[in-house]
C-alpha cells in the first residue's frame, strides 16, 4: 500500500518537480558512491580493520597553548582526559611555525620519522606495514588560536574502518565538494527545467480559452519541444476537426430555418381559409410556434455569420426607447415593467440593431416564463469600463441545476415551458460579439435575473444631477 501511495504521488508531481527530483537524487547518489570509491581506492578498500578516528585532531589542538613567555604547553583539559581514557596508548606531538614542538606520550616506530620530519611534510596517514590493517597515525597542519601548527598523533582512537571512511568521505569529499554542487543543483535544477517547459505552461494557459464557440481558435506550435509539438498539432488537428463540424451543422440549421419558411407560410396560408374550430386555433398555435423557432434560427445564424454594423450610441437611450416600444406588449399580456436609471448617458460603439434584438429577447423571456402578473424591471448602471443592465422578473425563478444552462440552444428546463429555448442564446452571442458577457444572477426576493455586461467608452458615463 505505502508503494502504491509514493507512485500516487510521484505520478501527481509536475514535470518539472519530476525531472528536478531524479536529476537530484542521481546527483546525490553519484556523489555517495564517488566518494566510497575515492575514499575506499585510497585505502585499498580494507574495510575489516580499524583507522584512527580523527575528531582527536580537535581535542588535542584544544589542549595546546601557550605560556606568558610564549612556549607551548600541554593542559590536561576534560576532553583529553577522556581520550587518554580511552586509548591509554595515545601520544601526540604538536609543532608551531616557529619550530616549537611539545610532545606526549611514546610515538610508535612507524610514526617516529613522520614526528621528525614535521617541518617538511603538510598531511599524511602512516600504515604500518606489520599491521596493514590498522592505520598507525595520521598529520595534520591546522589554523586555530595558536597560529598555524602541525598535529601528529597514534595509539587510538580506533574506529572501525568502514565508519572511518563514511566520516572521511563527508569531511573530505562531500562537505567541501558535492554539498555545494548539490546545493547549486537544486536551485539551479528547478529553474532550468522550468525555463525550459515554460512555452508548455503558456500554452496550457491559452488552452483554458478553447471554446466551442471561439471557432479559428489554435494553440501556437512555435517555440514547443519536440517531445510537446506532436501532442499539440493533433490538438489544432482535432480543433479544426470540431470547427468544421459545427460549421457544418451551423449550415444545416440555417438551411433548415430557410426551407422551413415556405411551408410554414403555406400552412399557415391554409389554416387562414378553414373555418373556426378548435382544431384550427391548435393548428394556429403550432404554426406560430413553429415561426418563431424558424425565426429565432435565422436571428442565432445571421448574428454569427454577418458581421456587426458598429456605431457609436448612447445605451441609455437606447434601452429607454426600446422598453417604450414594449411596453404595450407587456401591459397587453397583463404583466408591468419599470425602468431604472441613475445615470443620464452611457456612450459605446456597438450594433444598435442586436443590441434591440437582446433586450427584446430578455423581455420576450421574462413574458414567456414569468407566468401570471409578473412585474419586470431593467436597471441601468455603469463604471469606468462597462455598461451593467439587469433584467428581472417576479415570476417563480430557475432551478438551480439548471442556472448554468440556460444560455445554451435549445436549453428547456421544462418541456412544457414555450419558446424553443433559443432567446437567451441569442442574447449571450450579441454580447460576446460586443466583447460582454451575460450571466444569471438571482434576486434579492424571488424571480429570474439576468445581467448583461457591455463594454463603454472610456469617459462615457454621466451621472444624472439632482437638485
Not at 508548455?200 to 506550435?221: C, H, M, Q, T
Request: charged fraction near 20%; proline fraction near 5%; hydrophobic fraction near 45%.
Amino acid at each position: 500500500m505505502s508503494q502504491l501511495r509514493s507512485l500516487s504521488v510521484l505520478q501527481n508531481l509536475s514535470i518539472t518537480h519530476r525531472i528536478s527530483a531524479t536529476l537530484i537524487f542521481a546527483l546525490l547518489f553519484v556523489a555517495i558512491v564517488s566518494g566510497v570509491l575515492t575514499i575506499g581506492t585510497f585505502l585499498q578498500w580494507n574495510f575489516s580493520g580499524y583507522i584512527l578516528d580523527q575528531r582527536a585532531f580537535e581535542v588535542i589542538a584544544s589542549a595546546v597553548s601557550r605560556t606568558p613567555d610564549g612556549h607551548l604547553a600541554i593542559i590536561e583539559t576534560p576532553a583529553l582526559r577522556a581520550l587518554e581514557r580511552e586509548a591509554p596508548a595515545l601520544w601526540f606531538a604538536v609543532r608551531d611555525v616557529g619550530g616549537e614542538q611539545v610532545t606526549h606520550g611514546v610515538s610508535s616506530a612507524a610514526c617516529l620519522s613522520i614526528v621528525n620530519r614535521l617541518p617538511r611534510i603538510f598531511v599524511a596517514d602512516v600504515t604500518d606495514v606489520s599491521e596493514h590493517s590498522n592505520l598507525s597515525c595520521k598529520l595534520r597542519t591546522m589554523r586555530g588560536d595558536l597560529g598555524l601548527i602541525q598535529v601528529a598523533y597514534g595509539g587510538g582512537p580506533l574506529v572501525r574502518a568502514w565508519k572511518g571512511i563514511g566520516v572521511m568521505v563527508l569531511d573530505y569529499l562531500e562537505i567541501p565538494f558535492f554539498v555545494p554542487l548539490l546545493l547549486l543543483a537544486v536551485s539551479t535544477i528547478p529553474l532550468v527545467v522550468a525555463l525550459a517547459v515554460r512555452r508548455v505552461r503558456d500554452i496550457a494557459e491559452l488552452a483554458r480559452y478553447v471554446d466551442i464557440e471561439r471557432s479559428g481558435l489554435r494553440l501556437p506550435e512555435a517555440g514547443l519541444p519536440s517531445e510537446v509539438a506532436p501532442l499539440v498539432r493533433a490538438f489544432n488537428a482535432a480543433l479544426a476537426r470540431v470547427d468544421a463540424g459545427r460549421a457544418q451543422q451551423e449550415r444545416f440549421i440555417a438551411d433548415a430555418a430557410h426551407e422551413l419558411r415556405t411551408p410554414v407560410a403555406i400552412i399557415q396560408a391554409r389554416l387562414d381559409a378553414m373555418e373556426d374550430s378548435p382544431l384550427k386555433l391548435k393548428l394556429e398555435q403550432d404554426i406560430e410556434r413553429l415561426g418563431e423557432l424558424t425565426d429565432s434560427l435565422l436571428d442565432l445564424q445571421s448574428i454569427k455569420s454577418i458581421a456587426p454594423q458598429m456605431t457609436l450610441l448612447d445605451f441609455v437611450a437606447l434601452v429607454s426607447d426600446t422598453l417604450a416600444e414594449l411596453a404595450p406588449v407587456v401591459v397587453s399580456k397583463g404583466h408591468e415593467i419599470e425602468f431604472i436609471c441613475g445615470i443620464d448617458r452611457v456612450d459605446m460603439t456597438a450594433d444598435p440593431v442586436a443590441l434591440r434584438r437582446l433586450i427584446v429577447n430578455l423581455i420576450q423571456n421574462a413574458i414567456k416564463h414569468g407566468g401570471e402578473d409578473v412585474t419586470i424591471a431593467v436597471e441601468v448602471k455603469a463604471n469606468a469600463t462597462h455598461a451593467v443592465m439587469e433584467v428581472t422578473d417576479t415570476g417563480p425563478g430557475i432551478p438551480p441545476a439548471w442556472r448554468d444552462q440556460i444560455f445554451e440552444s435549445f436549453s428547456r428546463y421544462s418541456r412544457s415551458a414555450p419558446g424553443a429555448g433559443l432567446g437567451l442564446a441569442i442574447v449571450r452571442e450579441i454580447a460576446m460579439m460586443h466583447g460582454g458577457r451575460a450571466s444569471y444572477f438571482e434576486p434579492g426576493m424571488r424571480g429570474t435575473g439576468i445581467r448583461v455586461q457591455l463594454p463603454c467608452s472610456t469617459g462615457g458615463r454621466q451621472e444624472r444631477l439632482t437638485a
